[in-house]
């Protein structure tokens, strides 16, 4: 799993020598700290201004280990969200692990998914860039997204919940719930505020409502007239 080099950590007392890592280790050592190196670039910087010297001097290599991995910087971006989106799916399944019903599910994976951001601020920017700069990546992105909440919510609507959506509703509530976070991920590029992930209204706010929206009735039947 994509581990994330830049994290800091506090200093370990001294303990028994581990032993030496492999080639292929050290390899993947260095690959993960372009990834991430190349997603804080990014997110300072923009994909225009990601040049591979920058990239290659925040993950502390030279600038020709670059080319062992990628074969250009468009190579590197265009894995570059699917592997970021791996860490952060990754993060996210660890904190909704044992929930016990949808809306705990969703309660827990949004305050990690604010958790995330907060922790990981270039997130955001990289998410938009990749529309800009490599359609296909950004539309698998959300197509394995939509993918991923319509199993969720088939498995809480098999185990009862959900009852005021019909089977063939759940991929479009799968799509409105991923497109309020987009929304709230928009929001974390400092449009809306300093830095609104970290406010806690923010989550309550929405959880308010989503507990009300998966739990609720269904809308009485519409007495607009159609529209001729």
């Known amino acids: 799993m994509l581990k994330d080099p ?4 506090r200093p370990k007392k001294p303990g028994p ?7 292929a280790q050290k390899s993947l050592i260095t690959e993960q700290a372009l990834i991430f190196a190349a997603a804080e670039v990014i997110g300072e910087h923009g994909y ?5 010297a920058r990239i290659t001097e925040r993950a502390g290599v030279a600038q020709g280990t670059f080319y062992l991995y990628f ?35 969703e309660e827990r994976g949004f305050r990690a998914y ?6 990981h601020p270039w997130y955001a920017r990289l998410v938009n860039e990749t529309a800009a700069f490599s359609s296909h990546s950004f539309r ?19 185990a009862g919940e959900l009852a005021a959506y019909g089977e063939g509703e759940l991929e479009a509530l799968a799509k409105i719930l991923l497109a309020m976070r987009s929304f709230l ?26 507990h009300s929206a998966l739990n609720g009735a269904p809308p009485p039947p519409s007495t607009q007239d159609p529209v001729s």
């Open 185 to 210: 991920l928009d929001s974390t590029s400092g449009v809306f505020g300093d830095n609104p992930a970290a406010d806690q209204s923010l989550a309550d706010t929405y959880l308010k409502f989503l």
């Open 71 to 105: 074969d250009s910087r468009q190579n590197l971006f265009d894995q570059l969200l699917a592997r970021i989106d791996e860490h952060a799916l990754a993060f996210i399944a660890k904190r909704v692990a044992g929930s016990g019903s949808i809306v705990a599910l």
């Open 114 to 119: 604010l958790d995330y951001l907060a922790r």
């Open 6 to 9: 830049m994290t800091r950590t």
């Open 48 to 52: 225009a201004g990601a040049s591979v």
């Open 140 to 158: 698998q992105f959300w197509e394995r997204h939509i993918a991923n909440y319509v199993r969720v919510l088939t498995r809480a609507k098999a």
């Open 17 to 23: 020598r581990k032993p030496r890592l492999s080639r």
